[in-house]
């Protein structure tokens, strides 16, 4: 299936310790995204990687940390989790840089469920 | 105040009813505005763009921006217990970045 891939689906961890989500996607895109969906339902861009490269750094603490080992491949790896975290994690892609007055949809992983104890 | 402003709801109708969902907005920079659906525990999935003002329609789903206000709209004619989902609205100022602005997202729920 062609798609976007989040691993782990579910993730509950006590607070101060590092974990790491994994996104892969086969649609042959060249950028991804993280997202973070709060309890009330808000979606916020985190992060955006455009071939490896860092296009979009949003107002996150720098105990997150992408990688983009390659372009189908996005981790979030988080330091010393704290309640606050505690979120939906959703992981997109698009093909970048499309014509003028056109749009590339994103498409979105299913999502990880991080809960901080 | 958020650059996106969207009643969260939740809205129940009945079927066949027409749904009428609304975003306002503060950036007048914005110029592509989307409608995302998500089903409950799931991950967004697009439902219809637009660019710049206008309407768009695609079945039963009709989209409209009103730059000049600053509000768009998601009609939904003859409402199925299938389109019970939120529906987001988001906006971006280039298509370059893909960088979205989501609103809150309003919770529909259609009752057989």
């Known amino acids: 299936d062609t798609a976007v891939s989040q691993t782990p689906k579910y993730l509950v961890t006590q607070m101060g310790n590092d974990k790491s989500i994994k996104c892969e996607q086969n649609?042959?895109?060249?950028?991804m995204y993280w997202y973070k969906q709060d309890s009330k339902k808000f979606l916020k861009i985190m992060f955006s990687?455009?071939?490896?490269?860092?296009?979009i750094n949003e107002t996150v603490p720098n105990r997150f940390s992408p990688k983009s080992p390659d372009k189908a491949h996005l981790n979030l790896h988080i330091n010393s989790l704290e309640l606050g975290d505690s979120a939906v994690y959703f992981c997109a892609s698009s093909q970048g840089f499309p014509p003028p007055k056109s749009y590339n949809e994103q498409f979105f992983g299913p999502g990880t469920r991080l809960t901080v104890l | 105040q958020k650059e996106v402003e969207q009643d969260p709801g939740p809205l129940s109708v009945p079927e066949g009813a027409i749904v009428s969902l609304n975003c306002t907005y503060s950036n007048s920079a914005f110029q592509y505005f989307m409608w995302y659906r998500q089903y409950s525990r799931k991950g967004p999935e697009l439902l219809m763009y637009?660019?710049?003002?206008g309407n768009k329609e695609d079945g039963r789903f009709t989209a409209q921006v009103d730059k000049s206000s600053k509000y768009i709209s998601l009609f939904i004619r003859d409402s199925q217990p299938s389109d019970s989902a939120t529906y987001l609205c988001?906006?971006?100022?280039?298509?370059?970045?893909?960088?979205?602005?989501f609103g809150q997202g309003t919770t529909l729920q259609v009752k057989p």
């Open positions: 990687y455009n071939n490896k490269e860092l296009i």
């Open positions: 988001a906006m971006s100022v280039s298509s370059n970045t893909g960088k979205l602005i």
């Open positions: 637009t660019y710049s003002s």
């Open positions: 649609l042959g895109h060249d950028t």
